[in-house]
């Protein structure tokens, strides 16, 4: 069965940083692209950094640009979104992502998803 877990997400101020955890488990991890995906109150879900399987390239939104970093570690079937100098408006759910294939694509054509952790930035 295919799992993912988010974690370590909570408040925090902004300007403070918070990492992000997605474990996987259930399927061969090194064949699959990782997205993270935010969604806020109100607004549709948006795609927020990716990194392909096979050569570990990396695509990130304008928005968070030089303060998200994405990051696999194929051994610990994880990949970690280090997110720094938060701002209230990156307040929202975070989720985890898995497809084969190219990552930077829509969060409808993803195949597994993971329960998602919510992030508060206070301002």
């Known amino acids: 069965e295919v799992h993912l877990v988010e974690s370590g997400g909570g408040l925090v101020q902004a300007g403070g940083s918070v990492r992000l955890s997605c474990a996987a488990s259930?399927?061969?991890?090194?064949?699959?692209?990782i997205g993270w995906f935010r969604q806020a109150p109100g607004k549709e879900r948006e795609g927020v950094s990716c990194?392909?399987?096979?050569?570990?390239?990396?695509f990130t939104v304008d928005s968070v640009k030089g303060r998200f970093t994405i990051s696999r570690d194929n051994a610990k079937n994880t990949v970690n979104l280090q997110m720094n100098s938060l701002k209230p408006e990156d307040t929202g759910v975070y989720y985890c992502?898995?497809?084969?294939?190219?990552?930077?694509?829509?969060?409808?054509?993803?195949?597994?998803w993971g329960q998602g952790t919510q992030v508060t930035v206070s301002s």
């Open positions: 992502a898995a497809r084969r294939g190219f990552a930077w694509v829509p969060p409808g054509e993803y195949d597994y």
């Open positions: 259930g399927f061969s991890f090194d064949d699959y692209s």
């Open positions: 990194i392909n399987n096979k050569d570990g390239s990396t």
